[in-house]
Structure formats: structure tokens, C-alpha cells
């Protein structure tokens, strides 16, 4: 028996030897791949199919967006109103999103209402028609919300760092105007969703309480539709750096904060560096007790909240650096993000912090591993990476291993302030 007056000893987490449980992998009869995780106690199921149908394969702006969104909004047999209907009356939620190089549609819904809700979203993948008066709804909602986050310096300031870095023509930099929603046209519409859908490339993944025929019930929705029989196209897109690397922008006259960014080129997950500058970036500005949040928002004060984070990129990538500050303290604040940068290159970490980092990444990790929907969210980002399960483990090896005259060396080769763009919108 438990004696309850004796408090648990306190173990940390960088001790742990964390596992990822593995998945179960079928095809259907068409040659989709499954990645299938069953636990958990609830009758729950997520499902999600990914497509590669995300902006990269655009011939023209915002189509595979727009495609995305109208998924839900009708096809030959039900309205819009009728397909959300359905997954209503079943307590289901189906969402939709496009990425760069890929886009889903995701279903979370109990165990018990699959039969049911399966053939619908076969119905939205084979036979949606994107109505013209859906798409008029569509431009005009759009249109709106983009007149009104222009007006916001963080969102503008999030578009013209990746213009910097990427460049306006490359998927990750280029961003949407007013003329593009006035040009989108259902024709292109609907044949993006024909070749990239309808047509695709597909993978499924699902997780939770699965049934014990979830492999017959996928089939028997999915498996004769026309999907993953046509080869992808190769879409190639040059990264072209902007010339000039510091930027002010004025986009609101009497604005009294900036939205501040610092940003450069990195590589992405295959990169030898990657996991380590994820140990660095975290010292540096990656959790809540980072450097950059106790200097620039506990010392200084000069913001609520300041974070340096990798972009969550397939091809190439950037490390950036975002935070809002006051207007008038921008600068003083960029000026706070350097020294913090000198210092990693020019001294050591110490152990303490060091192990802080570790035991909180750790952590993270393990918190990310708690349930079958983040263990498939886990696998989903490997596969579509192209990583494997030995990624997971040498990544864990690194957090626990990294020492701190490997984050100088790190620090020196990529904190350095000549590398980065710099931009100030206020």
C-alpha cells in the first residue's frame, strides 16, 4: 500500500528513456498508405488525410488555398449546408487547411459513427464542385479579413520577413493581395482540385479507439477512388535572398508598438545541426525561461512575450526571432537580441542552465507523446519529412549528450548579426 505521508521522490525527465510506440502500416486497394496508431480509453478516432496539394503546386495565387477551403462547400449530391449538417448530427468535426506543400482535410469523431461519416468525406475528396456563389462568399470574407490584418503590424510584419528570406515568388515568401481574390476564377479552381484531389497523392493517417475492421471501413470508403495513380509533378522554386537586410516600415502612422523580426536562412531536419540549434535555439529564445524572455521582458520590459523558433519547414528553413514591442523601444530591444547572441558565441552555458533545458525539452517531448493523436502528429511530421523513428532517438541522444562548448561553436556559425534580416513595422 501506498504510504501517502511519504512524498514521491522527484525524478527529471532528461533521466527518462522515452519511447515512440510504432504504427501500423497498410494500403488500401488503391495504393493510399495508412499509418494507423490504436490506443487509447476513449472512444474517439482522428483521421486525417494529407494531400499534396499545398501552394508549392500553384501555378497561380492562392488557388490551392481557396480549393482547400471550399472542400466543405458542396458537392454533386449535398450543399454546403448539408455536409456540415451531417458531421453535426454525428458530433463530428471536419476541418480543413493547406500548407505549403501539403493540405488535409481531419476528422475527429467517436469510434461508433465512422460507417457514417467516412462515405461523406470520400463523397467531399471524389466529387466536390465549388459553387460559384460559395467562391463569392469566399472572396468577399477574405477580402475582409485581409483589410483588417493589414492594419495589424504583426501581420504584416510576418508576410515581409518571409518575402526577405524566401522570396516573393517562392511558396514560403509570397503572400495574398486584394487583386488575387478578385482574379481567383472556379475553373482554375476546381481543375487545381481535380489533379491535386480528386486525382492526388494521398496519405492517411488515423489514431485512437480504432474499430477491429478500421482497415475494411477505409477500404471500402476510399479504396476504389482514383487517388496516388498519376505522378506527382516536380515543382522546383529558387530561394532568392532580398539584397537589403534592415527594413522600417510605417503602416500605421500613430501606432505606438512595433512588431519586431530578425530572421536568416537555415537547413532543414537533414541538416547534422538541426537537433543541435534546437537545444541552442531554446537557451537562446525557445521557452518561456529563455534568455531573450529574461533580459527583453523580465529585465528590460520592453515587450510581453519575445520567442526565437525554427520554421516548421519541409524544404529550407529559417531561424527567426519574433516579439512586439513598444514603438519606441524597438530598436533598444533588437539592439537586447544581439548582445544576448555575443554572449552565446563568446561564453559557455553553464551546466545548471544547460540542464534545465534538457529536462524541459525532455519534458515537452514526453507531454507530446502522451495520447494516440499526438504520437500520430508525431509520425505524420517524420514521414512527411522523410525521417525515420531513428530521428526520434538521435534527436533525444543530442538533448541529453550536446555540451556546452558544441552550443558555442553552434552559436558562432548561426547567431551571428550580420546573417540576419532585420525588420521593424510599426
Not at 470520400?122 to 462568399?137: C, N
Not at 504520437?375 to 538533448?399: G, H, M, P, Q, V
Amino acid at each position: 500500500m501506498i504510504n501517502r505521508k511519504t512524498e514521491p521522490a522527484i525524478k527529471d525527465a532528461v533521466d527518462f528513456n522515452l519511447h515512440l510506440k510504432n504504427f501500423e502500416y497498410f494500403e488500401l486497394d488503391n495504393g493510399v498508405p495508412v499509418y494507423a496508431i490504436n490506443a487509447g480509453a476513449q472512444e474517439v478516432v482522428l483521421a486525417e488525410w494529407v494531400f499534396y496539394a499545398g501552394n508549392w503546386y500553384e501555378e497561380k495565387n492562392i488557388v490551392a488555398a481557396t480549393a482547400n477551403h471550399l472542400l466543405k462547400n458542396g458537392t454533386v449530391g449535398k450543399n454546403a449546408f448539408a455536409i456540415n449538417e451531417h458531421f453535426e448530427f454525428y458530433g463530428a468535426y471536419l476541418n480543413r487547411n493547406c500548407y505549403n506543400e501539403t493540405a488535409n482535410i481531419t476528422l475527429h469523431a467517436l469510434t461508433r459513427h465512422l460507417p457514417e461519416l467516412l462515405p461523406v468525406v470520400a463523397e467531399i475528396i471524389s466529387d466536390s464542385v465549388f459553387p460559384e456563389e460559395e467562391l463569392a462568399i469566399y472572396q468577399q470574407n477574405q477580402k475582409q479579413r485581409l483589410k483588417v490584418n493589414l492594419k495589424k503590424c504583426d501581420f504584416v510584419a510576418n508576410r515581409l520577413i518571409d518575402e526577405y528570406v524566401y522570396g516573393l515568388s517562392h511558396p514560403y515568401g509570397k503572400y495574398t493581395t486584394m487583386a488575387d481574390y478578385d482574379a481567383l476564377q472556379r475553373d482554375e479552381v476546381a481543375r487545381f482540385y481535380n489533379r491535386f484531389y480528386s486525382k492526388g497523392k494521398c496519405i492517411l493517417f488515423v489514431a485512437g479507439k480504432l474499430p477491429a475492421d478500421i482497415q475494411a471501413q477505409l477500404n471500402n470508403a476510399f479504396g476504389k477512388l482514383p487517388l496516388n495513380k498519376e505522378t506527382l509533378p516536380i515543382v522546383q522554386h529558387a530561394q532568392v535572398l532580398a539584397i537589403q537586410k534592415k527594413y522600417n516600415v510605417v503602416n500605421d502612422e500613430a501606432g505606438v508598438q512595433g512588431a519586431v523580426r530578425l530572421a536568416r536562412p537555415f537547413p532543414n531536419r537533414h541538416h547534422a545541426d538541426f537537433p543541435k540549434v534546437q537545444v541552442l535555439n531554446n537557451i537562446f529564445g525557445g521557452y518561456f525561461g529563455s534568455r531573450l524572455m529574461s533580459n527583453i521582458r523580465e529585465d528590460k520590459g520592453y515587450t510581453y512575450g519575445i520567442h526565437s523558433h525554427i520554421q516548421n519547414h519541409i524544404q529550407n528553413t529559417a531561424l527567426l526571432v519574433s516579439t512586439e514591442a513598444g514603438r519606441d523601444v524597438c530598436a533598444a530591444t533588437i539592439n537586447e537580441v544581439y548582445n544576448e547572441m555575443k554572449v552565446l558565441r563568446e561564453e559557455l552555458v553553464d551546466e545548471e542552465e544547460l540542464h534545465l533545458v534538457r529536462n524541459y525539452m525532455m519534458g515537452t517531448i514526453l507531454g507530446d507523446l502522451d495520447g494516440p493523436f499526438q504520437i500520430i502528429a508525431r509520425w505524420k511530421n517524420y514521414i512527411l519529412n522523410n525521417l525515420t523513428e531513428d530521428y526520434f532517438y538521435n534527436s533525444i541522444n543530442t538533448i541529453k549528450t550536446i555540451s556546452a562548448e558544441e552550443l558555442r561553436e553552434l552559436a558562432n556559425k548561426y547567431l551571428v548579426p550580420d546573417d540576419y534580416f532585420e525588420l521593424v513595422v510599426v
